[in-house]
């Protein structure tokens, strides 16, 4: 068959070609050839412009009228007035097949969904910590302004966080691992607890207790254990670290986070999540100021005062709520 045609042409030709009454190999061929919602509906858009599924005397083999010239699938078609006639055992055995595809793939994709779980998007508002369990109780804790999406089946439990951070108490099950997803970057768990935080292409995972596996696009490995940290970066690569404070990166639970000598740009994204309004730089050399210091939820403006009274860095709050640092 010509490998130029369009997929209304090769509908057209293959409904032809399926003229014999016991040719199996060719209801089989074409069975093979009906793979995408595409071709099935280009088929039965041929079919329905003879009007024959319907309409088939099952004693009588069906000669459909020639289309008109101005049939758009007419040239397509260019075959013999003597092999336009379907049989109607064909004809039934193709619906037959055709309505148990259906339903084998109908069965197929509710056993699939069961088995991965439908898609739970979950958020925290801004000033909000968030926190809902898994069926199995496992817990889970989000930051503010932080989003993840659930999939919990009856064999799988897997999250992917889109931003922000999460905090994960997990419920031991070896033969339904958890899975965290962030940007490319796979953390597969038994039963831990552990805390995954995302600021752009920015990804920081830490273990608090129990052993997980990092994984990133490329296949490169880690195991993190207590009080262990791997921080990934825009190439993915994992720099684990041990004997971390563990407990002061996942302080945000108790409404504060730590900053040790942070850039004051990633200082900035963090708290872009406790405040409503656009946080700007105008100066791009204050961007790699470094900063430290404890911020307390909801107060922005006076964790910012108390940075410009440490570094000397000026900021200004705009009547609209937005902050610009200069």
């Not at 031991?172 to 995302?198: A, E, H």
């Not at 207590?226 to 190439?235: L, M, P």
């Amino acid at each position: 068959m010509a490998t130029d045609m369009t997929i209304e042409q090769e509908a057209a030709e293959r409904f032809y070609r399926v003229k014999d009454r016991n040719d199996d190999y060719k209801i089989d061929d074409l069975m093979a050839w009906l793979d995408t919602p595409e071709k099935i509906d280009a088929y039965a858009e041929v079919a329905k412009s003879w009007g024959k599924l319907n309409s088939v005397n099952p004693e009588e083999v069906a000669t459909p009228p020639l289309a008109s010239t101005s049939d758009p699938l007419q040239p397509a078609l260019n075959v013999e007035p003597s092999l336009m006639s379907i049989p109607t055992p064909i004809i039934g055995q193709f619906r037959n097949r055709l309505l148990g595809g259906f339903v084998t793939l109908v069965i197929l994709a509710i056993t699939i969904t069961s088995y991965i779980g439908l898609p739970t998007r979950h958020h925290a508002n801004i000033g909000e910590i968030y926190r809902f369990a898994l069926d199995d109780n496992s817990q889970i804790m989000l930051e503010s302004n932080s989003q993840v999406t659930v999939y919990d089946g009856w064999g799988n439990r897997t999250v992917e966080l889109i931003s922000g951070s999460a905090y994960f108490d997990i419920v031991t099950n070896k033969d339904k691992p958890f899975r965290v997803l962030v940007n490319g970057i796979t953390t597969t768990v038994l039963g831990t607890q552990f805390n995954v935080t995302r600021l752009g292409s920015d990804i920081n995972i830490a273990v608090k207790e129990g052993r997980v596996q990092v994984e990133n696009g490329n296949n490169d490995l880690v195991i993190l254990q207590d009080n262990e940290v791997v921080a990934i970066g825009q190439r993915q690569m994992l720099s684990k670290q041990s004997n971390m404070d563990v407990d002061r990166l996942m302080e945000w639970r108790n409404g504060s986070i730590h900053f040790d000598n942070a850039p004051f740009e990633a200082v900035v994204a963090r708290l872009q999540n406790y405040y409503a309004y656009p946080i700007q730089f105008v100066n791009p050399s204050t961007r790699e100021k470094l900063v430290s210091g404890t911020f307390n939820h909801n107060d922005v403006p006076g964790f910012l005062a108390a940075v410009s009274e440490l570094t000397g860095v000026q900021f200004e709050q705009a009547s609209s709520g937005s902050i610009i640092i200069h």
